[in-house]
Structure formats: structure tokens, C-alpha cells
């Protein structure tokens, strides 16, 4: 089965094809609207969906042509529907209904979420993915822990009661600090060649759920170093470590309270290299990371999730809509 996934939720256009049953990468391509958006700063929707709608057809021209494939060969369609920008994710929804429409072949619709978390299985059978297994997404929108017993069984353990750690280092970093946008990869660099020493941050306390995180209180104690006169690279490598060393610390109590011994870890901070350092460390726990070209968004993790959802559920009929939110956002 060669599986086309397709993934517009915010500011990557991804395009992936999978052959599902060697559970092979056959095409991974990504554009990126960083160049778009950077001036302002943050994701602008309305130019967001634009760029989506210009180069789509392209990029997926050009993903079969890379790989010496006809439109027909496709045997199913997956893309995002949720949750994301909702003119983005209109975008691929609507070229994916065209496709479904005129090839003729199923659709399935995804949840952006749902593909990250099985990102790090990417080329996996479904016997090698090893449930339960604790599942963290930790991304620009999104930190949340899920436990993962089977395709389609999630239950959200914990999540981030205000900003993801990826806004966090976006708002530090690209805002207050001035290094670039977005700010997470420049913090992370900025810390790769960092020899001095930390300031340190306070960590939050969080009511009733003690696994839960929140992140805003870091940016809060940036902005007062920053008005101190602290030095921009110690303090961007500190925000770094700090804010790590809490989620890693928070890790650690949920693997152990929920006796779990598998972890994956996704999103785009799973890029991250002191976070990906510190989780590969960790005693007693088979830890399971993305290649780093499966971090940011992308197709490819789309088109993977999407054919087990429909060996599991079937095809989604074809008035499928989007939305902005998803269920795996929210406790039960
Ligand atoms: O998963 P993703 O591509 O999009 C969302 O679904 O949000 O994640 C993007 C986020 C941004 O906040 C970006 O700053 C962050 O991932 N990011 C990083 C690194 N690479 C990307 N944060 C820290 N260190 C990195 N190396
Ligand atoms: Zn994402």
C-alpha cells in the first residue's frame, strides 16, 4: 500500500509517501514559511494558508516525480485536520478531497498530534512499536504526556497549563532576545557553544495534577534578567538548561509513576540537543527519538499514523472537516 500523506496545520507544507508495506520512506518534503514569517515575528494565518495553496501542487508533483510514481499509484490519502490553523489546514483538506475525489482511492484524516507521536517509529511494523510506551509531544504549540496503549488508545496524563516549551524559547528568543525566528533553534545553538556559567531559574508550582508544567514563569524571570543587564548568550543557554532540566525532572516522576519503560519523544524541540542528551541518559528506559528530519512537521509521520488509522478504522467519509482543536488536547 503506498500511502501520500499531506500536512499544512501551521507553517510546513509536508508532503510524504510511504510504501506501508516494506515500511518505507519513499518521499519526504518539506517547505518551510520561516523566510514569510520572520519579519512579524510569529505565524501570520492568512499568509500561512496562502503559501500552503502556492506550492502544494507543486511539491507534490515533485514527490512523485522524485520517486518515478504515477497519481494512481497512491492507494490511500492521509492529511492533518486538526488541530491547527484552520485556513491552513483547509488547504491540504481540500487538495486531499480533490485527490480522494479524482483518483479515486480513501481518505484518512489525521490529528496532527496523534502523528507526532508515532514519529519515532517511523519505518516500524506495528509488532516493533513498543506499547504501552509514554509518549511526550513537545512542540511550538503543544507539551503534552500521553500514554500510549495501542493505534487510537491515548489518555493525556499531563500537559502544559499555559505556553509550550517551544513558544517559550519563540517569545525569549525571538521577542525579547532578538536572535532570529523562530527562537528555539538559535537558543539551542547558542547553548551547544556555551562555556560559562547559569543563572538560575525558579521552577512554577502547578495545583492539583503535581505532573502537569507550565512555562510562562520562565519567560516572566527572562524578561526581568534581560532588564537586569544579564549577558543575552548566558541568559538564552540558561533558559535552555532550566527549562529542560524541569521537563526532564517531570519525565522522570511520570515514567515512574506509571511504571512505564518505553518513551518517545516528539515535536520540534525533540530536536533540541541538551533535551535529546539528557532523555538518552535517563536509567531504566528504552527512549525512542524521531530522526531529526521527523521533528518539525512533515508529511511523512502523517501518511505513517494515517495507514494504521485506517487498517484500524476504515476510510473517512469524504465531507471530513477541520478543526482548529483536537480531543487529545484536553483531559477527559
Ligand atoms: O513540531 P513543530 O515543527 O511545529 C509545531 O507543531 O509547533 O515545532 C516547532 C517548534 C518551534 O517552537 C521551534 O522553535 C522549536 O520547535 N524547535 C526547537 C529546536 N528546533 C525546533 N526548539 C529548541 N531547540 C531546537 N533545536
Ligand atoms: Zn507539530
Do not use: W
Not at 520561516?34 to 510569529?42: A, M, P, T
Request: proline share 4%; glycine share 8%; aromatic share 12%.
Amino acid at each position: 500500500m503506498i500511502v501520500l500523506g499531506i500536512e499544512t496545520s501551521c507553517d510546513d507544507t509536508g508532503i510524504g509517501i510511504y510504501d506501508f508495506k516494506k515500511h518505507k520512506v519513499l518521499s519526504h518534503i518539506v517547505s518551510s514559511q520561516h523566510e514569510i514569517h520572520k519579519k512579524f515575528l510569529g505565524v501570520v494565518p492568512e499568509y500561512a494558508a496562502r503559501a500552503h495553496l502556492e506550492v502544494i501542487d507543486v511539491l507534490f508533483d515533485y514527490a512523485l516525480k522524485e520517486v518515478n510514481l504515477k497519481p494512481k499509484d497512491i492507494d490511500l490519502i492521509c492529511v492533518t485536520n486538526r488541530p491547527g490553523l484552520i485556513g491552513s489546514l483547509f488547504v491540504g483538506l481540500m487538495f486531499s478531497k480533490g485527490l480522494s475525489l479524482a483518483l479515486e482511492r480513501p481518505l484518512k484524516a489525521v490529528d496532527h498530534l496523534e502523528a507526532h507521536i508515532f514519529s519515532p517509529f517511523i519505518g516500524f511494523k506495528k509488532e516493533d512499536i513498543p506499547f504501552p510506551f509514554l509518549s511526550i509531544v513537545v512542540s511550538g504549540g503543544h507539551t503534552h504526556f500521553y500514554l500510549v496503549e495501542d493505534i487510537g488508545k491515548y489518555t493525556l496524563v499531563a500537559k502544559t497549563l499555559d505556553d509550550a516549551l517551544g513558544e517559550a524559547f519563540d517569545k525569549v528568543g525571538s521577542h525579547i532576545l532578538n536572535l532570529g525566528f523562530p527562537g528555539g533553534p538559535y537558543i539551542d545553538k547558542i547553548f551547544q557553544s556555551y562555556k560559562g556559567e547559569y543563572v538560575s531559574f525558579t521552577y512554577p508550582k502547578v495545583k492539583k495534577n503535581p505532573f502537569n508544567l507550565s512555562f510562562s514563569g520562565f519567560k516572566t524571570q527572562a524578561i526581568k534578567y534581560y532588564n537586569q543587564g544579564i549577558d543575552k548568550i548566558k541568559l538564552a543557554a540558561s533558559l535552555q538548561k532550566c527549562t529542560v532540566d524541569y521537563l526532564v525532572s517531570k519525565i522522570e516522576k511520570i515514567l515512574k509513576h506509571y511504571k512505564i519503560n518505553a518513551l518517545a519523544i516528539s515535536g520540534g524541540v525533540s530536536a533540541n540537543s541538551y533535551f535529546r542528551k539528557k532523555i538518552l541518559s535517563l536509567k531504566n528506559v528504552k527512549v525512542y527519538l524521531p530522526n531529526l528530519k521527523y521533528t518539525a512537521d512533515n508529511g511523512v509521520m502523517v501518511a505513517y499514523i494515517g495507514g494504521f488509522l485506517f487498517e484500524k478504522y476504515g476510510e473517512d467519509p469524504i465531507d471530513v472537516n477541520a478543526y482548529s482543536y483536537s480531543p487529545l488536547q484536553q483531559f477527559n
